[in-house]
C-alpha cells in the first residue's frame, strides 16, 4: 500500500471547517498529523472545542488538536456568529463527550513536526485567519520552507468579495498575517477562492438532503451548518450552502477536481482603505512581478461533489 501523505490543518473551526475536517478524516489516503486552532469564525478556545467534536462524530482515528493564536497580530478580533451560530456549529447543543486539546502551543508545535519531517512531506491546509502560519513564518522560516503545499481557503479569487466588495473573511480578518504568508517566498502556497464554491458547486437543496439522509456523519454536516442554510435562503432564495472550507479541502487532498488554477503574482493591501484585505491578483502581468501564489478559482462540481460524498459516506 501507498504511504499516506501527510497534512497539518490550521482551524478556526466553525461549520463549514467541520466538513471540511470530517472529509479529511476520512480519506485513506491521507494522514492528518495535528490540528491547530486558530480565532476567527468564533474565538480560538470555542473553535478548539469544535474541532474535537468534529474529530468525535467523523469516528476514524484522533489527531492531536493544538490551541494556537487567539488573537489577530494587529486588529480586533471580527467574528462571525451571523454565518455559524454563536458556538460556530449552528447552536444546536454540540459538544466532545471524550476529548481534550493537546498540550502545547499549536505555532510551536506546527513548527516541531516540520522540523523533524523531510522537505516536503508535510503539507498544511489552512482554513480560517492565517495568524497561526505568519508567526510560524516569523519564528521559523526554515521550517516552514519544509512544507509541501500550503493549501489555504482564503481570498476571493478572481470574484468579488464576501465580507468588503475585494475582500474574502479570513484574509481580511488578519491582513497582515495573510500578507507575510504571501510574500513570503514559499515554494508552494495556494488560495483557494471565495469564488471556487459558488456557482455550480454550491450544494442544492437535493444534494443537501441526500448527505444530510446518509447516516450521523452528513446529518452532522448539514446540522451544524444550520445558520448558514438559514442565511443562504436570504441571499440565493432556497437551501443553498456555498461550502469555502470543503471546496479548499478538495482542492488540497483531491486535485483532479481543481478546474481553473494559476500562478499570478500577488499580495495583500494592508492600506486600511476601502480595499484592506484584498488579495490583489495580477492577472495580466501588469507589474512584470514574478508569480508568487497559485489562486485556484474553479472546481469541477461534479468531481467535487462526488469527493464530498465519497468522504462524507453519502451512499
Known amino acids: 500500500m501507498a504511504e499516506k501523505k501527510k497534512i497539518i ?26 490540528l491547530t486552532t486558530v480565532s476567527g469564525n468564533v474565538p480560538m478556545e470555542q473553535a478548539t472545542i469544535n474541532a474535537l467534536t468534529t474529530i468525535e462524530y467523523a469516528g476514524t482515528y484522533e489527531p492531536p488538536v493544538y490551541k494556537g493564536s487567539k488573537d489577530m497580530l494587529l486588529r480586533e478580533m471580527t467574528y462571525a456568529y451571523e454565518t455559524h451560530g454563536n458556538d460556530g456549529m449552528g447552536d444546536i447543543g454540540l459538544v466532545p463527550e471524550r476529548l481534550q486539546a493537546a498540550e502545547g502551543n499549536g505555532v510551536m508545535k506546527m513548527l516541531d513536526a516540520l522540523r523533524e519531517s523531510e522537505a516536503g512531506e508535510i503539507d498544511i491546509v489552512a482554513l480560517g485567519p492565517l495568524t497561526n502560519l505568519a508567526l510560524a513564518i516569523r519564528l521559523d522560516y526554515e521550517a516552514m520552507k519544509k512544507a509541501g503545499r ?23 480578518q488578519d491582513a497582515e498575517a495573510a500578507k507575510i504568508v504571501a510574500e513570503a517566498g514559499l515554494d508552494y502556497v495556494m488560495f483557494v477562492g471565495w469564488d471556487a464554491c459558488l456557482g455550480d458547486s454550491m450544494l442544492n437543496p437535493q444534494e443537501i438532503a441526500k448527505i444530510r439522509d446518509s447516516g450521523p456523519l452528513g446529518k452532522f454536516a448539514i446540522d451544524c451548518n444550520k445558520n448558514l442554510l438559514e442565511m443562504n435562503r436570504e441571499r440565493f432564495g432556497d437551501d443553498y450552502l456555498d461550502m469555502a472550507d470543503p471546496s479548499a479541502m478538495a482542492a488540497a487532498l483531491y486535485p483532479a477536481c481543481i478546474e481553473h488554477c494559476d500562478k499570478y503574482y500577488c499580495e495583500v493591501d494592508i492600506s486600511g482603505g476601502p480595499c484592506y484585505g484584498a488579495l490583489i ?10 508569480p508568487n501564489v497559485y489562486i485556484c478559482s474553479k472546481l469541477s462540481a461534479e468531481k467535487y461533489k462526488n469527493y464530498i460524498y465519497k468522504t462524507l459516506k453519502v451512499l
Open 9 to 34: 490543518i490550521d482551524t478556526d473551526c466553525g461549520s463549514d471547517d467541520a466538513m471540511a475536517i470530517a472529509m479529511a478524516l476520512n480519506d485513506p489516503a491521507y494522514e492528518i498529523v495535528m
Open 281 to 290: 491578483v495580477d492577472v495580466n502581468n501588469v507589474t512584470g512581478k514574478e
Open 150 to 172: 500550503i493549501i489555504i481557503m482564503g481570498s476571493a479569487g478572481l470574484g468579488a468579495g464576501n465580507v468588503t466588495p475585494l475582500a474574502e473573511f479570513n484574509v481580511w
